[in-house]
């Protein structure tokens, strides 16, 4: 449990960095799409060929690897993976906004750690705050109310809120190429899944929408919930504590939990989505692994082996060894995010 | 906890039941399947004709009920409702099978309650088994392997062993009205799920052959999973431990958990999925709530209010109130089972 909330949780490190808004940066080199059908807005190369070697390999049914289509299951991790995750976790920012639009309903947490130091924006303090202070700040503003209080609270923030650096909505910051790879899969009937460190239930509030992943798709952390009939109304109500954090050896748990298949294709970009990636990809079958190495300072951010958020360490050193295939974000696409006025 | 302990095992009334070895029944009355194309195993009536409503009212663009595809979610319980459950139910029969199988490997149960009362069918014994000692039964079979080691147990059982009345695999007690129904859904453009209170892993052992029904969309009880790489081999261990019971108020989480929807359809047959009916159908929306009643003591078994396995007693009173949908088994089926030869 430790280590999960490790990961769902910011650091304090990287608590404190999340005030310092950067500038923006200048619109990066915008590239029209591809002529090519087939995952435009990756430049030509091993890595975009790889995919599409390994897609051909296992839908022809002539091939000594084909893969019939029920078990075509791709999975996908969220932050860092699908949609950029710096300076912090989106839903850390989500929860520290959360705390200043409930401080008028909770006047204790002027007085009360971490909120306190929240509000005032106490970076002294914030940069002190440990694991438990963390957890209760998501339960805070994870709990305490229905499951569609909760929708409509993420529905709006989602609506609302913009990034730091990029001044757009979270939602604007997902991958442009990692969108075609899930419809490249799907095309080639493969079934594509989330499988995330992150909140499923704020996950599945935008993965239809935006990825195209209904709920039932959407493998994540979760909190404890109840149920009960309310005047007569059937109603869930998201209570205080973690039921499951599906991070690092939950991550494989969590595929045979919600799924029950080894998938065939696993995504990932930290330390976190190793598990995942050694469970689907072992080397013993047609199978693919692949990471997504921020190395793209310009574009997006450079962090890897000693970053506090999206840590890749292990990752990196085990990729050669089981045969995983490395993105290099800056070499290997052309564009990073759907907008025509975003790099 | 207690409660769903409960529904997954058996009471010990029932436990001693299951030597009785009932003598099998002569062949039901045999019908060739009726020329209408849908729902052929079902008689002309109310009830069928309630599915067929609902199922065009939704489907129907021009409905004020129109409900798009995606939103088109039917949930089932599994014991009772889509198979058998008596004598007990099927995965507890499973689990005295392999007590009976391993003792060899246990000797000192010769001398261990509740294992001993098993090994010698000590009916007195037996009829004395609390929750603990039901819980340690399903404990000491269902953990303590790998989760394709599980796997291949229960193919094995569910290739060989058969059923004490009618002599056939557990898997052809399956209802063949129920199969009609998942397929009429399923081209209708309905996604259906299994939402049970007996254990995912065997579900999924048989759900797509025997239902159609892909392991992703069984939803059911789970104990403890551990990863780890076995000289470097991914694995994931069955350890000792429930880590969800997917009964009463567990089965709308477990809805919301692993599905992240409400349905639209529901259909089980005990209290046990009471909560989940009035999740899915509590009157104001388009929504359909379907329980088999079991009132056919001649092809099948008839209990309801009394009954230790699949009690339906606050059902059968809510369903007039809440618009539910009760199937008489023995007037609303033309066919109980599949085979030509079982009734």
């Not at 305490?144 to 709006?156: S, Y």
């Not at 696993?266 to 080397?283: F, H, I, K, V």
């Not at 890897?304 to 974000?329: F, K, Q």
């Amino acid at each position: 449990m430790k280590s999960g909330l490790y990961v769902i949780l910011a650091t304090t490190a990287a608590l404190a960095a999340c005030s310092d808004q950067p500038a923006r940066t200048a619109a990066g080199t915008e590239q029209p799409a591809a002529a090519a059908p087939v995952l435009p807005s990756w430049n030509q190369g091993e890595t975009r060929q790889s995919i599409v070697d390994f897609v051909e390999r296992v839908t022809d049914p002539s091939s000594p690897d084909y893969v019939a289509p029920p078990e075509r299951i791709a999975v996908f991790d969220n932050d860092g993976t699908l949609w950029a995750e710096q300076p912090l976790y989106f839903q850390l920012l989500f929860a520290l906004d959360r705390v200043r639009a409930m401080a008028d309903d909770h006047p204790e947490w002027s007085e009360t750690e971490p909120f306190r130091a929240i509000l005032e924006d106490d970076r002294e303090a914030l940069a002190g705050l440990g694991m438990r202070e963390l957890l209760q700040i998501i339960e805070a503003t994870h709990s305490g109310m229905t499951t569609a209080e909760f929708d409509a609270i993420v529905d709006d923030w989602l609506a609302t809120a913009t990034h730091p650096r990029f001044g757009v909505p979270y939602t604007e910051l997902v991958y442009q190429p990692m969108l075609e790879v899930l419809t490249y899969l799907r095309d080639n009937e493969f079934k594509t899944f989330i499988v995330s460190g992150g909140g499923m239930d704020m996950i599945r509030s935008f993965a239809e929408r935006v990825y195209g992943i209904p709920p039932e798709q959407v493998v994540g952390s979760a909190g404890e919930l109840e149920f009960s009939l309310v005047e007569g109304v059937p109603t869930l109500t998201k209570t205080p504590g973690i039921n499951f954090v599906d991070d690092k050896d939950g991550k494989p748990v969590g595929i045979h939990r919600f799924i029950g298949r080894r998938p065939i294709f696993a995504s990932g970009n930290s330390d976190g989505d190793l598990q995942m990636l050694q469970y689907t990809a072992p080397g013993d079958r047609a199978a693919f692994g692949l990471i997504l190495h921020h190395d793209d300072g310009e574009r997006e951010w450079v962090y890897d082996r000693d970053s506090h958020i999206g840590r890749l360490d292990v990752g990196l050193d085990e990729a050669p060894e089981r045969g995983w295939t490395v993105i290099s974000m800056k070499n290997d696409w052309s564009k990073i995010f759907p907008s025509p006025d975003l790099p």
